[in-house]
């Protein structure tokens, strides 16, 4: 893990590569009191370990998956799913909930990713993932139904290779809206553009999806 | 249906703008979710810690502290032994029997074993061999003509002309009883400091 502030309002790091736009600092928001994960943290920050048990089985599955088809591999994508959740502890104590525990966990992720592209410089955004990643990104076969499990594993190989035809700016901000469950004001503020920024690449990143999926369902 | 429609049902999540994987496809690996909530576990299992030790963070020292002091205040009282100015003491008694004894002529030197021959444990001439020097000086000087060399106060004391009731052992008890009960508690204290710095055995019994 880099050496990086954090803030409940806004993340930075001391990386002056701006590959991706940065989230501001200066807005301040008042405390959210009435997100119940957000009073989860707080329990933690105060030493309640059943309070993490239970944020991290709400949050697990869906951080995961934006991780995943963010970094498009397997062993990347684990440890960063390990870097955010590290960052969440290591800032539990002094948290603040100045917006959902959602908002502030996805704004970790995203950092964490952009920090990990700064470091490698070498995936390009818009590569297509490999066959090879794509296999181990599935999970283990079900015996039972092979029929349906070859499907399933199709249509998962279709929306990835869909997926990572993408820009980054709008995979970004298309699997936040996906994934992470939030708004399109609290995407704009994880990705550190405004709302309109954010539905307009959300708005490219649905129709490409959408056409590039329907191209591969019908290559005729 | 417009596109601006369909986006914006998308947005809603109210209609699927196509078919994606299912949500539970992707999920962490078990070993993953082992690393991360063990670390959970370990990062507050030190302040939990701390926590407590800080509640009796104040007790511990003190009562480590309120322990040494009463172990040293012990050990000095029974262990080291009260140091008592015998000399002063007697120096100040001497002063006052020869104020009130101007007249009085000086007396030999008596040897306390002959003072007090009942009293088998005493030690022999020491005391009358510490006041011979101080008295063989002042003679001579007397027959020089010459005053008599200064001598310090102890020396002094110690040349002074014993008391009568110094010359028996029950005599001296008596008058110390005497001085106690007359409330002169200081010539008292006095009189027994020398009492018992001429009878070392009377002093070093165990029931004194």
Known sequence: MNAATFAMDGLTTSDTDVRFARPKLARRVELVTDDEDAQLMLAYGRGEMRAFETLYSRHRAALYRYLVRQARDAEIANDLFQEVWSRVIVIRSRYEPRAKFRTFLFTLAHNCFIDHCRRVKSRPAGLVLEDADAADLLPADDASRPDASMERDENSRRYRAALATLPQEQRDVYLLHEESDLSLEEIARITGVGAETAKSRLRYAVGKLKAALAAMEDPA | ?208
């Open chain 2, 1 to 208: 249906m417009s596109g601006d429609d369909e986006f914006d049902d998308f947005l809603a999540r109210r209609k699927p703008l196509f078919q994606r994987p299912s949500a539970h496809e992707l999920e962490p690996p078990a070993e993953v979710d082992r690393l991360v909530l063990r670390q959970a576990r370990e990062a507050i299992r030190p302040s939990r810690e701390l926590h407590e030790i800080r509640g009796a963070g104040w007790g511990m020292p003190l009562a480590l502290a309120a322990t040494v002091l009463v172990t040293v205040t012990i050990v000095l009282n029974v262990m080291v032994p009260r140091k008592v100015d015998h000399a002063s003491d007697v120096h100040q008694v001497a002063q006052r029997i020869d104020a009130a004894q101007p007249n009085a002529t000086m007396a030999p030197s008596v040897a306390p074993a002959a003072r007090a021959p009942n009293n088998a444990a005493r030690p022999a001439a020491a005391p009358a061999l510490a006041s011979a020097p101080a008295f063989a000086a002042s003679e001579a000087a007397a027959g020089r003509g010459t005053p008599p060399p200064t001598e310090s106060p102890r020396v002094a004391a110690k040349a002074a002309p014993a008391p009568a009731w110094r010359r028996d052992t029950q005599s001296w008890l008596a008058e110390i009883d005497k001085l106690r009960a007359q409330g002169k508690i200081i010539e008292a204290d006095a009189e027994m400091a020398e009492y018992k710095r001429q009878h070392r055995a009377y002093a070093a019994s165990p029931d004194r």
